[in-house]
Every structure is written in structure tokens, then in C-alpha cells.
Nanobody, 116 residues
């Protein structure tokens, strides 16, 4: 089992920045990649960014160019630096780790609210 705990969400004005963190614990050896997803009002969860154990990254279209994903493998922690935030970025941001067979470990999510 892998446990994931997100932090760093909050209220920020449009144009501002936030840095989210996701701390992993438990069966760390299961982790081959870590991802950030988000769920904005009325929409399905969508990929924001992902990073493999080797450091390869990929970004979803919605925030590409405004976010940077990174990892500290020694701390089993993943980060998401978000810049130039917009009100439409408001939502819950989740950390997710694939566990094979289409299954995922999910964190509880952290709320990001961007005011106009």
C-alpha cells in the first residue's frame, strides 16, 4: 500500500502562485511514477502533470506552460509549482500513483481557490 498526502493548497489571487506537495509513504518501492490530477467544478479529473522515477515529465494541456512538476526521491515527495493562476484553475488537486491493472492510489486532495 502507498499512502499519499497532499498539502500546499489555499486561496490565492489571480496571477499568483502556489506550490503543492505530495508526500508518499508505505510501499515506496511500488512507485514508478507520480502524477498530479485536478478536478475543477463540473468536470472530470484531468491530468495536470506527471513525473517518472527517472525524472521524465509530461504535462496536460490545461496548465501547460504555467506549472512545473518535480520530485525529491530521497524524501518520496512530489511538487507542483503553479504560476499565473486563473480563477478557472479553482478546484481540488490530487496526487496519484499508478499501481498496475488500471488501478491507482489517490491522495485526499488539496483545495486550490483562485480569486479574480
Amino acid at each position: 500500500q502507498v499512502q499519499l498526502v497532499e498539502s500546499g493548497g489555499g486561496l490565492v489571487q489571480a496571477g499568483g502562485s502556489l506550490r503543492l506537495s505530495c508526500a508518499a509513504s508505505g510501499s515506496i518501492s511500488e512507485i514508478v511514477a507520480m502524477n498530479w490530477y485536478r478536478q475543477v467544478l463540473g468536470d472530470q479529473r484531468e491530468l495536470v502533470a506527471g513525473i517518472t522515477n527517472g525524472g521524465s515529465t509530461n504535462y496536460g494541456h490545461s496548465m501547460k506552460g504555467r506549472v512545473t512538476i518535480s520530485r525529491d526521491n530521497a524524501k518520496s515527495t512530489m511538487y507542483l509549482q503553479m504560476n499565473s493562476l486563473k480563477p478557472e484553475d479553482t478546484g481540488v488537486y490530487y496526487c496519484a500513483v499508478p499501481r498496475g491493472n488500471g488501478m491507482w492510489y489517490w491522495g485526499q486532495g488539496t483545495q486550490v481557490t483562485v480569486s479574480s
